[in-house]
């Protein structure tokens, strides 16, 4: 069956740099986009940012571009997102989800991650 | 960016009676392909959000029969033809047509 899991989550100082995972299994990974979304403490949802399924694209949030860099390795079915210059306002479970279609179909996100808290505080 | 509003934030429903969520977004989601590239999830309480529409009006596998996705260019519409009480959590509407993708603020489905 599909999954997806986050890990990487923690507490970090405003400034300092988190990166997260997102190992996926039980679909041919190389063929879909993979997303970031992000919920902070009792607020609403937040998409994060875009991995293309080739690896040719990259989009971001404008809250986060310039801070935040997305990759993959298909060799390992793992995306990872990169979190520089963190931010108190970064606080937020960080969910990974997968496209409902492949090859770029951004036609929704039909499996999610259980998601991992990442805390930026002094 | 494109600005998605829902309509109501919060929805008290009786088990048994309808409810409707409303989405607007500030330009139209239609494709040349005939497809709206607009997205329902729902987030019940404590789990992650989970795809109920895609494409519009496009039900997801395993999503009852009860939850219909309506509307084009701008205009939006989540149906629930009767509430059963597992339908409770937040219902978010998103559109995937340009980056930044965007959701709507959510809409809380109360019984």
């Known amino acids: 069956q599909v999954q997806l899991v986050e890990s990487g989550g923690g507490v970090v100082q405003p400034g300092r740099s988190l990166r997260l995972s997102c190992a996926a299994s039980?679909?041919?990974?190389?063929?879909?986009?993979i997303h970031w979304v992000r919920q902070a403490p009792g607020k609403g949802l937040e998409w994060v940012a875009l991995?293309?399924?080739?690896?040719?694209?990259?989009h971001f949030a404008d809250s986060v571009r310039g801070r935040f860099t997305v990759s993959r390795d298909n060799s390992k079915n793992t995306v990872y997102l990169v979190m520089d210059n963190l931010r108190v306002e970064d606080t937020a479970v960080y969910y990974c989800?997968?496209?409902?279609?492949?090859?770029?179909?951004?036609?929704?996100?039909?499996?999610w991650g259980q998601g991992t808290l990442v805390t930026v505080s002094s | 960016d494109i600005v998605m509003t829902q309509s109501p934030l919060s929805l008290p429903v009786t088990p048994g009676e309808p409810a409707s969520i409303s989405c607007k977004s500030s330009?139209?989601?239609?494709?040349?392909?005939?497809?709206?590239?607009l997205d329902w999830y729902l987030q019940k309480p404590g789990q992650s959000p989970q795809l109920l529409i895609h494409?519009?009006?496009d039900r997801t596998s395993g999503v009852p029969g009860r939850f219909s996705g309506s509307g084009s260019g701008t205009d939006f519409t989540l149906k629930i033809s009767r509430v059963e009480a597992e339908d409770v959590g937040v219902y978010y509407c998103?559109?995937?047509?340009?980056?930044?993708?965007?959701f709507g603020r959510g809409t809380r489905l109360e019984i």
């Open positions: 989800a997968k496209d409902a279609l492949p090859a770029a179909g951004r036609s929704g996100f039909d499996y």
């Open positions: 039980g679909f041919t990974f190389s063929l879909y986009d």
């Open positions: 991995m293309s399924f080739d690896g040719s694209e990259r």
């Open positions: 330009q139209s989601l239609l494709r040349d392909s005939g497809y709206n590239y």
């Open positions: 494409l519009g009006s």
């Open positions: 998103m559109q995937t047509l340009q980056s930044p993708f965007t």
